[in-house]
């Protein structure tokens, strides 16, 4: 709704004195981030429940029967007065609360809460009329578990509770008691006479209460803002005399909860009134207070981004998410007062008030001036930055944290002073670890604007070397503010040469970064990518018998498949030291790729070998660049190798399958390479893309093609290195041939090379430690489509991965320990 912004005046309740009052007109209804966010809770609520029914069948249908057996033998009376009360009441109690809101005039949140009840009605109707001959068997047969008249979903309630949730009782104690009793009633009643299970009144309730808050947030929701008239009449409670008050715009961060803002004009002497005798307004000095006011509703804004941070990162994360609004007030006044006592320049904070129930105010001295970001780059002189390195220096002594020292939180007045403002997120008694997040967050904020140079020298002037070094190892991007971070996009060196002038004038600092992020991105991809896999695997490893599996495995395959894995390790030497110039010990090598193998249950398949190998080169001499070189000269030796190999291979194994032999290419092959390939050239077709591809291959290729020049002057490692790239894929093949001949399979051998390219490919591309769950379920589906049965796929499958993941963990960490104490690595 597009509002109008007018100038009206409103006047105090208490006064028969007109205030005037600018502000923009609110709209009517608003949509509050705590619906959306209670909305996708109760959506997680039921997905949840779908998969406990789903993977826990057995477990909720014995609480069920306990449940139907414990009310058999209660009393019928007590039982039929409970019905008799939840059928009258259930409907009763809503009806009487939203007469009760019409009676306030609170129209609008009744007729929202009826929509979502209609809407929940519906839903249900459409639920429970579903074709139970499709549920025997998976969750369905799950939630309606009990008989034959059991219902999906509670049809009774879920409107109810639809309607509850979307009408709002918050601060209303015996409503809510009564309302969630005669639910609760109507929920024993459905148990007791098995209209509904456990599992499937859980779901009710989230189903419900998902209804309800979504229909809030798509409809919106009645503003319980209060309007600058109860702003008013509140500083009039706190002592103060408004004379007038007008609506700022944005906030100071124009983040989505940054707080409303109103410049107000105070009379000293309260008898003196605000117009003269005609009705004109009387002359007045500049604002005298800035008010700000934190809204109920908004208190959840940001929550999701919150949450995220706590969780990542260690200690650069406020200790609470969601704050309550009587916290969010009584933390910022405190930050206010702590700020003044330690001496650093802050608006003075003149009174807080609440505003009714749904918000509060705190009233600042108005202070003149602009925001840094507003400040032109000629106003900001040296002597500017070092007053405000002054103030901060004054947080750090009184170990006050402000955690959004960016640009706007910076006031320059037009006194020449800088003032710290938007206190709202700062802690008191702060750790060592918060203090220094703030003093590399003030440095990018000030080098964003008068350069990495001026930043450091006016810091260093004020705080110190050896204070500023601490910066140092917490300039990262992640632990900076999110407006910062987009900043910084524009700038990517900016934190480099921030370093550089650091160690310039302290050259002993600690440079490694300190690691605050308790994961990265990549762990979240790594979990998801895990749980997929064992949803994939894992009902292939539970149809496997493993005593069966144990008795008829024939013994000879599998000593040939263990002799071929551990041919890999001497082929993998061999492939590392033919693009090595330099002479290499063959025993050592062997015995690093060893190490490898212990390395690859953190690291992902393709990130634990290329670093182990290139510490290795290191140590034994070679200079970092060409180390490096080296070891990406044999990755891409073998990843052309890999390429080709299956492209051959896929076109003999489509032959195979012909009465002609003629060689003719399979046809789903031919269909992958062309899909592959139109993929690649839209892709390309994009210039971000383009440019991306670009920079990475002419990195690649700027030390990878120098370093095989070297290796093509010699025959012998050439040799070397090819040689070991082939026996490294024969050695492979081989392996999971006798795997599965082991029991009993037998496959085509071009066939069993196919498979194996294709999922030492996936497991290479996976993010998961040594290609976990992707190789498995790659390798077991493959080898189905091959021909083999399930069972015979799933078991050589796990003896191929015990050969040539987990068995060698143990003596992959005996050589990483051995290694590590010789220096090697």
Known sequence: ??????????????????????????????????????????????????????????????????????????????????????????????????????????????????????????????????????????????????????????????????????????????????????????????????????????????????????????????????????????????????????????????????????????????????????????????????????????????????????????????????????????????????????????????????????????????????????????????????????????????????????????????????????????????????????LAQLLTTLALRAGPERAVATAAAVLGEDALAAAVPLLQRVALSRATRAALRHDKELLTRIREQIVALEPETEVAPVRVERFKPRTIVSIVALTVAAYIVFPQVSSVDFQQLVSSASWWWVLVALFAAGVTYLAAAWMLMGFVPERLSLGRTVLVQVAASFVKLVAPAAVGGVAMNTRYLQRSGVRPGPAVASVGASQLMGMITHILLLIVFGFITGSTTTATQDLAPSRTMVVVLLALGLVAAVALTIPRVRRAVAARMKSMFSGVVPRLVDVLQSPKKLATGMGGTLLLTVAFVVCLDSCVRAFGGSLHWTAVVVVFLTANALGSAAPTPGGLGAVEGALTLALTISGLTAETAASAVLLYRLLTLWLPVLPGWAAFAYLQRKEAI
């Open 1 to 438: 709704m597009t509002q109008t912004h007018d100038e009206t005046v409103r006047t105090r309740p208490d006064t028969a004195t007109a205030v005037p009052v600018d502000e923009p007109a609110q709209p009517d209804r608003i949509r509050r981030p705590a619906d959306a966010i209670r909305f996708a809770a109760s959506l997680l609520g039921l997905a949840a429940v779908l998969l406990l029914v789903s993977i826990a069948q057995q477990t909720t249908h014995g609480l069920q029967s306990d449940i139907a057996e414990g009310t058999a033998h209660a009393p019928r009376f007590l039982l039929s007065l409970a019905t008799m009360a939840s059928s009258f009441g259930v409907l009763a109690v809503p009806v009487a609360f939203s007469i009760e809101r019409l009676f306030h005039k609170d129209g609008t949140r009744v007729a929202i809460a009826l929509l979502a009840a209609v809407i929940a009605f519906g839903l249900t109707y459409v639920l429970d009329g579903w074709v139970i001959s499709a549920a025997p068997g998976g969750v369905l047969d799950s939630l309606i578990w009990g008989g034959t008249d059991t219902a999906l979903v509670h049809t009774d309630i879920t409107p109810v509770i639809a309607f509850v949730s979307a009408v709002g009782m918050a601060g209303r104690v015996r409503w809510q008691a009564a309302t969630w009793t005669m639910i609760g009633l109507a929920a024993l009643t459905g148990l007791t006479a098995a209209y509904a299970s456990v599992a499937a009144l859980v779901a009710t309730y989230f189903l419900g209460r998902a209804i309800g808050h979504g229909t809030l947030y798509a409809v919106g929701t009645p503003n319980p803002r209060p309007a600058a008239s109860a702003v008013v009449a509140a500083l009039e409670r706190i002592g103060l005399r408004p004379a007038s008050a007008r609506r700022l715009p944005g906030g100071a961060h124009g983040d989505a909860d940054d707080p409303r803002r109103y410049g107000v004009t105070v009379r000293h002497d309260p008898d003196a009134p605000a117009e003269d005798g005609t009705g004109k307004e009387l002359p007045r000095a500049e604002w005298q207070l800035e008010v700000r006011v934190l809204d109920r509703d908004q208190q959840p804004a940001g929550l999701l981004y919150r949450v995220w941070r706590l969780l990542r990162l260690r200690g650069a994360a406020p200790g609470r998410a969601l704050r309550s609004l009587r916290r969010s007030l009584e933390q910022e006044s405190l930050m206010a007062y702590a700020v003044a006592a330690c001496g650093a320049r802050t608006p003075r904070l003149v009174g807080t008030s609440e505003v009714g129930v749904d918000a509060a105010l705190l009233a600042y001295a108005y202070v003149p001036g602009r925001r840094l970001n507003a400040v032109d780059d000629g106003e900001l002189t040296d002597g500017l930055l070092r007053d405000v390195w002054r103030q901060f220096q004054r947080l750090q002594e009184a170990r006050l944290a402000h955690r959004r020292l960016q640009g706007d939180a910076v006031l320059v007045g037009d006194d020449g002073l800088a003032y710290i403002t938007d206190l709202r997120a700062g802690e008191i008694a702060a750790g060592d670890l918060v203090l220094r997040l703030d």
